[in-house]
């Protein structure tokens, strides 16, 4: 059995649902498109991202206010997909790195 922070793409899912954002076409255009695509790395990774976040106590103020991007190496040069912050967020989540 995988360690408790290590989140499938379905759990990602239905937590970003259920505690986060509500239905799925209020999420963030990024998280979206990463869904629809299923990309399942991306979303277990964004899991363990979540699964730490709540670990520390601070993943609500994080995740709703946070502006999500697709990230793109510089090598590739294509334009970054930006989502809009949620209503009344001042925070800003810019770049978040995971180091096994």
Known sequence: MPPKNCWSFIRT?????????????????PLQQIRDQ???????????????????????HTIMTSTFFL????????????ATPAKGSSLSL???VLDA
């Open 71 to 82: 990230y793109e190496p510089e090598s590739k040069k294509a334009e970054t997909a930006r």
């Open 13 to 29: 899912c239905n937590t970003l649902e259920e505690k986060y954002f509500g239905d799925k076409s209020r999420w963030a255009e």
């Open 94 to 96: 810019k770049n978040m």
């Open 38 to 60: 299923e990309k399942d790395l991306a979303f277990q990774a964004l899991g363990m991202a979540i699964a730490f976040l709540e670990d520390a106590l601070i993943a609500e």
